[in-house]
T-cell receptor, first 113, second 114 residues
């Protein structure tokens, strides 16, 4: 079945710096790759997603890139702010077209003021 | 502002007791997922439904867990009997199968089994 690996598990950056989180997936038929942000005591919130027919997608300070050949995708956050501090999860939708997502293990991002 | 709602938000119970968690998906969504989150295992998919029919519950311990959708506005996850190892945060998420794979999560139920 699908497996998603996420790195790093923790990331600390200074306010204003960029942060990059990387994920790899195993099922070459996966075609949907969302990123979720989870703040303390809350449920994961979808922040950006990308489909397999697109290589890059950007939304203000957040961007996601996808390399289907290498089977990896990345989240880029520019000009980080303290409110970006949270746990970030990547996920991949498997090839069964059921909508089932396989999640990475999460990255705890700390942005220091 | 459409949201997934979950009740209760917190539940403390003793080992052996029955626990029922409820979820109200976003109106119009036809797919419902139940996840369990622990520090060790991350986000685990327990079960999911489409149009109220169970599609996959292979992530659930069958002997003690059960999931149902009595109607389109209510999904339940029941544990009987509960055990300390069931302590975790349980999330419900909903989505629309014709709209792609987006899933929207509820706030979770934090379960503590003593």
């Amino acid at each position: 079945g699908e497996n998603v690996e996420q790195h790093p598990s923790t990331l600390s950056v200074q306010e204003g710096d960029s942060a990059v989180i990387k994920c790899t997936y195993s099922d070459s038929a996966s075609n949907y790759f969302p990123w979720y942000k989870q703040e303390l005591g809350k449920g994961p919130q979808l922040i950006i997603d990308i489909r397999s027919n697109v290589g890059e997608k950007k939304d203000q300070r957040i961007a996601v890139t996808l390399n289907k050949t290498a089977k990896h995708f990345s989240l880029h956050i520019t000009e980080t702010q303290p409110e970006d501090s949270a746990v970030y999860f990547c996920a991949a939708a498997g090839s069964s077209n059921t909508g089932k997502l396989i999640f990475g293990q999460g990255t705890t991002l700390q942005v220091k003021p | 502002d459409a949201r997934v709602t979950q009740t209760p938000r917190d539940k403390v119970t003793e080992m052996g007791q029955e626990v029922t968690m409820r979820c109200q998906p976003i109106l119009g969504h036809n797919t419902v997922f139940w996840y369990r989150q622990t520090m060790m295992q991350g986000l685990e998919l327990l079960a999911y439904f489409r149009n109220r029919a169970p599609l996959d519950d292979s992530g659930m311990p069958k002997d003690r867990f059960s999931a149902e959708m009595p109607d389109a506005t209510l999904a339940t996850l029941k544990i009987q009997p509960s055990e300390p190892r069931d302590s975790a945060v349980y999330f419900c998420a909903s989505g629309l199968s014709t709209g792609g794979f987006e899933q929207f999560f509820g706030p979770g139920t934090r379960l503590t089994v003593l």
